[in-house]
């Protein structure tokens, strides 16, 4: 656990209702807390779009909040972001970037430059997509310049340069 304050993540979803506590919180429930953390935490909470490293009290019933390793963020709010300060976060992960019944944003990747922008300043920061499922109408593979990305094998993956941004699409099972 040693390093984990310094190592918080940005959780982006593409609508606000998609970023809230109660609807982020079961996204981390199968995760494998105590063996992650040596049994210093035993699951992860949601508290005010901040995500916790917490622990179940068996003599309260409650919860206790931990170690603060990300935060929650709503790509159609991004404008919200811009002024504020995020100095831990060095990752950044947005999930269901690619949508089954292609609802996306107007000018979606803008969008999301900008809040990578806004998160990481001047900072080198790992950026993660994640989408499960494939669609030939996904804006990001023409906007970002992935040319072939939707037509990827299964485990295979594909190195793109874009002016010095590395791009690694992985197609996984």
Known sequence: VVGLCNCQFAYV???????????????????????????????ITVYRKHIYLSNHNPKTHKI?????????FALAS???????????????????????????LF????????????ILRDRVGKVVLIGNTLSRLCPWYEECGLVGAEELGL??????????TIIKVHRCD
């Open 13 to 43: 979803r593409r609508f606000d209702m998609e970023s809230k506590d109660s609807v982020k919180e079961p996204y981390f429930a199968d995760m494998p807390v105590q063996a992650l953390t040596n049994n210093q935490y035993s699951c």
């Open 78 to 104: 991004a404008e919200h972001y811009k002024s504020l300060m995020y100095p831990h976060i060095m990752n950044i992960i947005f999930e269901e970037f690619i949508n089954e019944k292609n609802q996306y």
């Open 107 to 118: 000018r979606e990747c803008d969008k999301f430059q900008q809040l990578v922008s806004s």
């Open 155 to 164: 485990n295979e993956t594909r190195v793109y340069n874009l002016e010095g």
């Open 64 to 72: 206790e909040r931990g170690v603060c390793i990300g935060q929650c």
